[in-house]
C-alpha cells in the first residue's frame, strides 16, 4: 500500500472512533499528519518516519515537544 493510501486508510479508521473529524475547523488532521509524517516510524521505511527518510531529523524522546518548541522558535523569529 503506498503511503498516502496509508495515510488515508488511517484517517478512516480513526474517523470511525473520534467524535469531530468532519468539522472543518478541527486541528485533529494537522495533528495526524504531523504525527505521521513526523513521529510515527514507517515499516516500509526500515523504522525512519518519512521526514527521516527525507533527511529531517527531530530530536529528543518526547517528538511532540520538540515539534512544539521548534515551530515556537520559528514563530519569534518571524
Not at 5 to 20: A, H, L, S, V, W
Not at 31 to 45: A, D, P, S, T, V
Request: aromatic share 6%; net charge positive.
Amino acid at each position: 500500500m503506498g503511503g498516502m493510501e496509508r495515510f488515508n486508510g488511517e484517517i478512516r479508521d480513526r474517523e470511525k472512533t473520534m467524535r469531530g473529524l468532519k468539522k472543518n475547523e478541527t486541528p485533529i488532521l494537522a495533528g495526524y499528519q504531523i504525527f505521521h509524517n513526523y513521529i510515527r516510524e514507517h515499516e516500509g521505511l526500515g523504522g525512519k518516519t518519512p521526514a527521516e527518510a527525507c533527511g529531517i531529523v527531530v530530536q529528543g524522546k518526547n517528538k511532540w515537544l520538540t515539534l512544539i518548541q521548534n515551530a515556537e522558535t520559528t514563530r519569534k523569529k518571524e
